[in-house]
């Protein structure tokens, strides 16, 4: 099979990012995972939302289905259950993977189908021009919260944890070689992968900066052991002012499609497939 090339995702669409977005670092590492996979266009689907982080699709050739706000994990599950060969991926923001899409997320988790959710965690509502979103830091003063947010954040690494995702990984927009890597792992991998990629939103998010992240980033080295819950709850759940990069915790638990499987030789083709016989035997 021939190799894929990184043009044949390029498309020539103006891309509605601020410069120096940290969306710009993502767009390039997941054409470059998808790429390295040997993966060609055809074969995967980018399901996505409303916000920057769901434009993403929209900046490069790839097949897309751009729905509501926060209903992607699930169009992504209907769309990998209807197409299996397909490799199926969600680009979503903080506010709509956790906040409006929060009830798919969390199902999503258990569920297992075998698609890649990656967050493009800006800690912000970006699109809508800076209102908090379920990751932002109590305290933060924005236009509608002029006083601080009061709620203390959401922790989805150790939600996703104590879910027994099958992967949970975090990275970061500016470190291409580390996010690359974990895209491809989390794409491979069987089941519902989930990344957290921190990403700096330069026009409404002035503590999450570049610069912070070189501060407070580290990369989990070859001593970590993804497969112990526990140790891994522990990181995701242990207040620190360090931020750890790497597979977080993974698993081998079989995926939607091979418990269902297990449970009936009827796959959801067959099932279709009798649907259309039966229609057909009535108008014949
Ligand atoms: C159900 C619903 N609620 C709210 C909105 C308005 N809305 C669109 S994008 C957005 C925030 C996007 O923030 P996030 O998901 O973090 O993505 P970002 O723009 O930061 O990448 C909101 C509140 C909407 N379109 N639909
Ligand atoms: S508002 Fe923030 S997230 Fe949106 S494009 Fe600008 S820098 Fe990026
Ligand atoms: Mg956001």
């Not at 915790?249 to 009827?266: A, I």
Request: aromatic share 8%.
């Amino acid at each position: 099979m021939t190799q894929v090339s990184l043009d044949l995702y390029k498309s020539n669409f103006e891309r509605a990012w601020c410069p120096g977005c940290g969306n710009f670092g993502i767009l390039g590492g997941v054409q470059q995972a998808l790429v390295d996979l040997n993966l060609a266009p055809h074969e995967v689907i980018i399901c996505t939302g409303i916000g920057q982080a769901p434009k993403l699709p929209h900046y490069m050739n790839v097949n897309t289905f751009n729905g509501l706000h926060g209903r992607e994990v699930a169009t992504a599950q209907a769309i990998k259950i209807a197409s299996p060969e397909m490799k199926v991926i969600v680009h979503a923001g903080d506010g709509g993977a956790y906040g409006e899409g929060g009830n798919h997320f969390i199902h999503g988790l258990r569920r297992n189908v075998d698609i890649t959710v990656v967050v493009h965690d800006n800690h912000i509502y970006g699109l809508t021009k800076g209102q908090a979103s379920p990751t932002t830091d109590a305290g933060t003063i924005t236009k509608v919260n002029p006083e601080g947010v009061a709620s203390r954040p959401m922790n989805p690494l150790a939600l996703a944890v104590s879910q027994s995702t099958a992967f949970v990984a975090q990275t970061l927009s500016s470190n291409t070689k580390h996010m690359v890597e974990i895209l491809k792992q989390a794409i491979s991998h069987r089941g519902f992968s989930y990344v957290n990629i921190l990403q700096p939103c330069v026009t409404w998010d002035h503590v999450h900066t570049y610069k912070f992240y070189n501060e407070h980033t580290y990369l989990l080295d070859d001593t970590w052991n993804p497969e112990d819950q526990m140790a891994a709850l522990n990181l995701v759940l242990t207040p620190s002012d360090r931020i750890p990069l790497g597979v977080i915790y993974r698993n081998s638990k079989s995926p939607w499609d091979e418990v269902t499987h297990h449970r009936t030789d009827l796959s959801l083709h067959n099932i279709k497939t009798e649907q259309v016989k039966n229609l057909i035997s009535k108008f014949a």
